[in-house]
């Protein structure tokens, strides 16, 4: 638990406690992709992981989603400790990963057609997350037929319509171009913002990091710890020639480790 400046008392929503991750490499030997790693994150949080590349920052958020196991330490999720993945845990890709055979529709209503939610329900709770990230008229579009950015908004709202209580989100927009990137920033918050969730979002992009986050954890390069952390106060929406944000951003800047 922590205490703001208020008074008011933010729950750690997630926890993790001295989180290692390694693999066996040739020879024997193993590679530590995380070590005696510790932070928290509290509830409706946007928390955003930020290093170089190859830092282990995916690694970290396939462990929360339960798709990997932490050799030590424990990741703890509501209260619950996280030993596989379960529907709590929403997670949007690098890559879309959407079923190429379905529609927007189909792709949008996959997990709660799979988990029996009957065809009505779920047809009006996957038209209201569609509604919600901008993709009406789009419901009978095959993937095939949608750019980067309309595909990266199925995925949003496909995660959306399980209602997870958290969402992980794997440098969603990495691959898109620079303006597409700036929009999806900019619908990211406003959906957020409509309906809250805990996030926790990996980049490796310091303005996208601080365009984004509540609080920024910057990690060391693996095995991955945390270096530090910064709380931004800057009110939303935020501009990125605004003084504040370039002055953070040169702060942050000069402390992240340089990838081997």
């Not at 020879?27 to 955003?48: D, I, M, Q, S």
């Not at 845990?89 to 190429?100: A, D």
């Not at 952390?229 to 504040?244: A, Q």
Request: with cysteine; net charge neutral.
């Amino acid at each position: 638990m922590c205490m703001e400046q208020t008074g008011k008392i933010k729950e750690d929503f997630i926890v993790c406690t001295d989180v290692a991750e390694e693999f066996p490499i040739t020879g024997g030997e193993t590679f530590k992709v995380a070590e005696e790693l510790n932070f928290t994150v509290h509830k409706n949080e946007f928390l955003v992981l930020f290093g170089p590349g190859q830092c282990g920052k995916t690694s970290i958020l396939n462990m929360i989603a339960g798709f990997d196991l932490p050799s030590k330490g424990s990741i703890v999720v509501d209260g619950k400790q996280v030993e596989g993945p379960g529907p709590e845990r929403g997670m949007v890709f690098q890559t879309t990963c959407l079923f190429p055979w379905l529609k927007v529709m189909g792709n949008v209503e996959y997990g709660p057609k799979v988990r029996g939610v009957k065809k009505k329900e779920r047809r009006e709770k996957a038209q209201h997350y569609i509604d919600l990230v901008g993709l009406q008229g789009f419901e009978k579009a095959f993937p095939i037929k949608l750019s980067g950015g309309m595909k990266q908004r199925v995925g949003i709202a496909r995660a959306y319509c399980n209602e997870p209580i958290v969402m992980l989100m794997d440098e969603p927009f990495g691959h898109l171009d620079a303006q597409t990137r700036y929009l999806m920033q900019e619908d990211l918050m406003k959906i957020w913002q409509k309906e809250k969730r805990t996030v926790i979002f990996v980049t490796n992009n310091i303005e996208e990091a601080l365009y984004l986050a509540d609080r920024i954890l910057v990690l060391t390069n693996c095995p991955a710890k945390v270096k530090t952390e910064y709380k931004i106060d800057l009110p939303r929406p935020r501009h990125y020639t605004d003084p504040e944000f370039l002055k953070l951003r040169k702060e942050i800047s000069k402390i992240v480790d340089h990838t081997l």
